[in-house]
């Protein structure tokens, strides 16, 4: 990971929040349509937020709603243009057993922060066993847990997720999509992160596989205290799974609240065109008028493909 | 109580992991296999003395005591290609090895690292590859003499991008994948990544390519010995003997060229149909 | 009898997976009448896609349909190739899941839409019109423009509806969606499905809408086929489809979904959906099932008249659709 001056890595205090987010912004250089010379793209305007310990906030968006950059930037996998991103320190003592080396103070950063991926298929390193997988990553953070000690955790990780010792020996490729769900969020869990990003984890999988899922992501919050970043463009999931929730629409925040209220009395447009569009019993398809652009976006990219028109 | 997952193991998939018995690939292996085993075992079972000369007996037919006939100098060939068979083997050997660790190196570097340093090593590669080997091996022998080690530099060097290049598209696909940036997310080092996430996906593939480009290098290396720049006489190598046995040849005794060309032929058959099926093998997992 | 548009009975595929050929439908038996919009539902494995692809006579290669399915009173498996290039240009129409798939990106979109008018021989300029006028019918407006313009340059929802025009510029009697909205977000769903709607009870269309999503279904369709395993489960009208399903594993799909307005915990179907080859010799759904009895084991149920819907179930009287799956899974 790149070390990024505007990503504050201090300690933050008791009773504050374990993740806060403040002006975040990210653009992009991309072609122009007619392939002369490139223009700005504003993915993420000006986004602030923050989550409470053992809180779950929802980032809810449609395609080009600049969700997922949020979500990448705050992880650290892509560095924001400007703002800030503040993560609380991870607890001191862990919960594998052990003590941390000195060592594992570059790995800390790590230890803050996780997140599972919306492609169960390529998620997983296709060569490793499960038991390789997150005996590797216990072997990275707690270098001084012994043989036994990580064996058990191990096992105490896959009993988390609801998987057992039959799935140790197996590799990727023997494990159905919502298996292998499970051993990627038991991979993230392992690093014990303050906030684990869902960046649409339930969505490749089978709706009667995604209710188990989303059951077990709620078992996994009172057990465990971490607080989840879920993001989706699927609103009943969202429901499930968070208390608050806040709504991108190319790039910009256009509503916030507690997810009850998002959802039953939302105050913007796009917000109700979002509830609408989602299928229930005795939803009809209907046409509406074109949404108009959120104001403080700069030039949208012409030609770019978004999946809404 | 946490929802408990499905335990039953996906089926066509588990069947895929015993791994389909290939047993054209077995049988060609352990051809292979033979050449190789005779090759390390040419002291103990080569009937004479590679360099033995008889000077009454030169140019003689096969015979009981001369499965293959005697050279011009009266040597035996058979004993000549049993040791031939050492040189010829051991040189692409050397020189794939060379180019394996080279080519992964440089391809996976320059995945992992890209920007300024992929497009120097691409535009290396890419000069590398359009010179071609013989003329890198001649220039070599120009400089620094004849004998194996001059041929055996210059190809290791002309094979590098042909491995590299094919390594480094597949790995910058894989280099896409979640699984990579997950790992980069859990705090792997950049060095770990790319050597026990990495690198193992792409194994299969490697060994494909250099299965095939061994084949490429033993036939180049003894061009060079064809050619009097590789191995010199009286050391016993396939393309020395195709070489010296030609005017035998026009004598009306193909013994020693014919022998020492279908041995090249056959090694580099044998050796792409591995390659071949280690390719597909590659592709289709 | 052609009453029914189309009859599909008895209908078993085989497909070569990984060099084995391997079950994905089984006993496939229904029936679209003319202008009827039929929905077929199922997640991962329950073969139907590969049943809209066998009706379409599109299956890949090694791949063995037996059954009879009946165009207009024709087995669209025994027709010849000139009689099928007919079927599959002018008499049914497919839309897919990814409509860049099934678009040359380098030809225009004008390309694409005249080429089916132009192998059937009509004059240019009027396939053109036509092709600007369908257009506009699924909201694009500035249709000639669009067809100058390349597949990249436009979104999937514009393209997918490019897919609707396409597909109804033949005027066909029967239309095969597969997940035409899977791909897309939420809102332009909405947008695409009502175009779709509209354009098909304008046109008395007949249609096979296929979908993982149950109310998405509902919505367009007169009945839902519900597919489990490569097999039908059950079939009824789509407008009751919320109180009157009888089949467990519908009642566990439908109860599946989280509803907005209500939390709480979700009614999980336990393990996961698996495909026909992989089921036992008796009922499909059978090792997910937590009201299986030693019979559903032993015997595959057939469907069957249960009060008004077809069900393949042996407790379908006796469970009376009154199910509710525990709230945790069972092992």
């Known amino acids: 990971m790149t070390t990024d001056p505007t990503r504050d890595q201090d300690h933050v205090e008791e009773g504050e929040p374990v993740l806060e987010v403040r002006d975040l912004r990210k653009v992009f250089r991309v072609r122009s349509e007619d392939s002369r010379g490139t223009e700005e793209l504003v993915a993420v305007d000006n986004v602030s937020f923050s989550l409470h310990e053992a809180g779950s906030l929802a980032v809810v968006g449609e ?66 066993t499960i038991q390789r997988c997150l005996d590797d990553v216990l072997r990275l953070h707690f270098r001084d847990l012994g043989t036994e000690a990580r064996a058990a955790r191990v096992a105490q990780l896959l009993e988390y997720v609801g998987l057992d010792d039959r799935h140790l020996s197996l590799r990727p490729r023997s494990l159905s999509g919502g298996q292998r769900q499970r051993v990627a969020i038991a991979r993230a869990l392992a690093c014990e992160p303050r906030v684990l990003i869902l960046d649409e984890a339930v969505s490749a999988l089978d709706v009667s596989v995604q209710g188990q899922i989303l059951n077990l992501l709620g078992d996994l919050r009172s057990t465990l205290g971490v607080a989840y970043l879920f993001v989706s463009h699927d609103l009943a999931v969202v429901q499930q799974v968070t208390d ?59 030609g770019r493909a978004h999946s809404g028109d | 109580m946490t929802v408990l997952a499905d335990p039953t193991v996906v089926v066509e998939n588990a069947e895929a992991q015993r791994g389909r018995r290939d047993y054209t690939l077995a049988v060609l292996v352990v051809l292979i296999g033979l050449i190789v085993c005779a090759a390390v075992l040419a002291p103990w079972i080569a009937p004479h003395p590679p360099n033995q000369t008889d000077i009454l007996g030169t140019g003689a037919g096969p015979s009981a005591s ?52 992929d497009v120097l090593v691409s535009r290396l590669l890419d000069l590398l590859f359009a010179i071609p080997g013989l003329l890198v091996a001649i220039l070599a ?91 010199q006489p009286p050391t016993a190598e396939w393309g020395i003997m195709v070489a010296n046995g030609q005017s035998s040849l026009l004598n009306g005794q193909p013994w020693e060229s014919v022998s020492a060309g279908v041995m090249i032929v056959v090694v580099v058959v044998l050796v792409n149909l591995i390659g071949e099926r280690l390719a597909s093998r590659a592709e289709n997992a | 009898m052609t009453s029914q548009l189309l009859e599909v009975d008895g209908l078993h595929v085989d497909i070569p997976i990984r060099g084995r050929l391997r079950s994905v439908i089984h006993d496939g038996s229904f029936a679209i009448a003319r202008g009827e919009s039929l929905g077929l539902v199922g997640e991962s494995g329950s073969g139907k896609s590969m049943t809209a692809r066998t009706i379409m006579r599109l299956l890949m290669r090694g791949a063995v349909a037996t059954g009879s399915v009946r165009f207009d009173g024709e087995d669209v498996l025994a027709m010849s190739p000139a009689k099928l290039r007919r079927y599959q240009g002018a008499n049914v129409s497919m839309i897919y899941q990814d409509p860049r798939a099934h678009i040359n990106p380098v030809r225009t979109i004008g390309d694409f839409l005249l080429e089916g008018p132009a192998a059937r021989g009509v004059p ?90 149950l109310d998405l279904a509902a919505a367009v369709t007169d009945r839902m086929a519900v597919m489990y395993a490569g097999m039908i489960i059950e079939v009824g009208a789509s407008e009751g489809i919320h109180t009157e399903a009888r089949h467990p594993y519908t009642v566990g799909l439908l109860g599946s979904r989280p509803v907005i307005g209500q939390r709480s915990r979700i009614q999980t179907v336990p393990g996961r959906p698996i495909s026909a080859f992989e089921a036992g010799s008796g009922c499909v759904f059978a090792a997910r099932c937590p009201f299986r009895i030693d019979r559903c084991v032993a015997e595959r149920p057939a469907l069957r008249d249960v009060g008004g819907r077809e069900v393949a179930c042996h407790r379908a009287e006796e469970l009376q659709g009154r199910i509710e799956f525990p709230k945790e899974a069972l092992t």
């Open chain 1, 63 to 128: 395609s080009g709603s600049g969700k997922t950059t949020v979500a990448r930037m705050i992880a650290g996998l892509e560095t924001p243009t400007s703002g800030t991103v503040r993560i609380a320190e991870p607890a001191q003592a862990p919960a594998a057993g052990g003590t941390l080396s000195s060592r594992s103070a570059r790995r800390e950063r790590h230890r803050r922060i996780q997140m599972v991926f919306q492609d169960p298929y390529s998620s997983l390193n296709p060569q490793h």
């Open chain 1, 244 to 302: 608050d929730a806040i709504v991108m629409h190319r790039g910009v925040v256009v509503e916030r609240g507690s997810t009850d209220e998002v959802l039953t009395s939302p105050s913007a447009e796009y917000t109700r065109r979002l509830l609408d569009a989602v299928t229930r019993p005795g939803w009809k398809p209907m046409r509406h008028s074109l949404l108009e652009r959120p104001v403080t976006r700069l030039l949208p990219v012409p």
């Open chain 2, 66 to 117: 001369h499965l293959l006939g005697t050279d011009a100098l009266g040597r035996d060939i058979f004993s000549r290609l049993l040791y031939g068979a050492r040189l010829s083997l051991l040189g692409p050997a050397l020189i794939i090895a060379f180019a394996t660790l080279a080519g992964v190196f440089l391809a996976i570097s320059s995945v992992w690292i890209g920007g300024w340093y």
């Open chain 2, 141 to 231: 022998v120009a400089v620094i003499g004849p004998g194996l080690l001059a041929p055996v530099i210059a190809l290791s060097l002309a094979y590098t991008p042909y491995i590299a290049r094919v390594l480094r598209s597949v790995a910058l696909r894989e280099r896409q994948l979640a699984y990579i940036e997950s790992s980069t997310l859990i705090g792997y080092s950049a060095w770990t990544i790319c050597t026990r996430q990495l690198l193992p996906n792409v194994t299969s593939l490697i060994r494909a390519q250099a299965t095939i480009a061994f084949g490429a290098a033993l036939v180049d290396l003894a061009a060079t010995s064809y050619l009097g720049l590789g191995v």
């Open chain 3, 124 to 213: 240019r300029r009027e396939a053109h019109d036509r092709a600007v006028d369908l257009l506009g019918q699924v909201g694009i407006a500035d249709g000639g423009r669009r067809m100058r313009q390349y597949p990249h340059q436009l979104s999937g929802g514009l393209l997918q509806r490019v897919m609707i025009a396409s597909a109804l510029l033949t005027s066909p009697e029967l239309l095969l969606a597969d997940e035409p909205t899977t791909a897309l977000d939420v809102t332009t769903q909405e947008e695409v499905m009502a175009i779709l709607d509209e354009q098909r009870q304008g046109r008395q269309l007949a249609m096979l809408f296929i979908t993982h999503d």
